[in-house]
T-cell receptor, first 115, second 112 residues
Framework: ETGVTQTPRHLVMGMTNKKSLKCEQHLGHNAMYWYKQSAKKPLELMFV???????ENNSVPSRFSPECPNSSHLFLHLHTLQPEDSALYLC??????????????FGNGTRLTVT | QKEVEQNSGPLSVPEGAIASLNCTYSDRGSQSFFWYRQYSGKSPELIMFIYSNGDKEDGRFTAQLNKASQYVSLLIRDSQPSDSATYLC????????????FGDGTTLTVKP
């Protein structure tokens, strides 16, 4: 398998559920990211994990919890979400901030619906 | 003021025409600029990146950067119906794309 793989593709969960999104990259990159894409809003960076740093967007609620066990895997743990958290969650990887012009490679995303 | 602003869409052009997509940014420390294309229901994919003032051409696509005016654009020559998508401008203060700030996107429709 090549590229960035996300599972599941679709997820419907109640506000009291706990679920996790999984991302795996096969590109040999050293940085991984979670982005949120909501309707009518620009892509929003949630978390960054790389060899150089871990960055969290302080505006992301604590009901979203990232985990990065190694450079190829990234998880987003979800608990007690709200309906407004319904969105497309995109995982991405790159060669990191020092690679000139190194773009983001996105996975296919997880479409999350919170009921 | 938004950090990254793109021309409001939707933009509609006839097949074979030139489509012009514009983007302005507020952070003068921005170093790298990316254009991504996102088809409906799909994830964004890189079209081009640019980091030096001037033009950069790749096939039918030309990216233009003017750091003094804080402006980056994407021109698509000989537009095809398959170019119909949302185009996202992304800006970062780093050399690589990681912590990019995205614009809202411009939806382009190329009519046969």
């Amino acid at each position: 398998e090549t590229g960035v793989t996300q599972t599941p593709r679709h997820l419907v969960m109640g506000m009291t559920n706990k679920k996790s999104l999984k991302c795996e990259q096969h590109l040999g990159h050293n940085a991984m990211y979670w982005y949120k894409q909501s309707a009518k809003k620009p892509l929003e960076l949630m978390f960054v994990y790389s060899l150089e740093e871990r960055v969290e967007n302080n505006s992301v609620p604590s009901r979203f919890s990232p985990e990065c066990p190694n450079s190829s895997h990234l998880f987003l743990h979800l608990h007690t979400l709200q309906p407004e958290d319904s969105a497309l969650y995109l995982c991405a990887s790159s060669r990191g901030k020092t690679g000139q012009g190194s773009p983001l490679h996105f996975g296919n995303g997880t479409r999350l619906t919170v009921t | 003021q938004k950090e990254v602003e793109q021309n409001s869409g939707p933009l509609s052009v006839p097949e074979g025409a030139i489509a012009s997509l514009n983007c302005t940014y507020s952070d003068r420390g921005s170093q790298s600029f990316f254009w991504y294309r996102q088809y409906s229901g799909k994830s964004p994919e890189l079209i081009m990146f640019i980091y030096s003032n001037g033009d950069k051409e790749d096939g039918r696509f030309t990216a233009q950067l003017n750091k003094a005016s804080q402006y980056v654009s994407l021109l698509i020559r000989d537009s095809q119906p398959s170019d119909s998508a949302t185009y996202l401008c992304a800006v970062t203060t780093e050399r690589g794309a990681g912590k990019s700030t995205f614009g809202d996107g411009t939806t382009l429709t190329v009519k046969p």
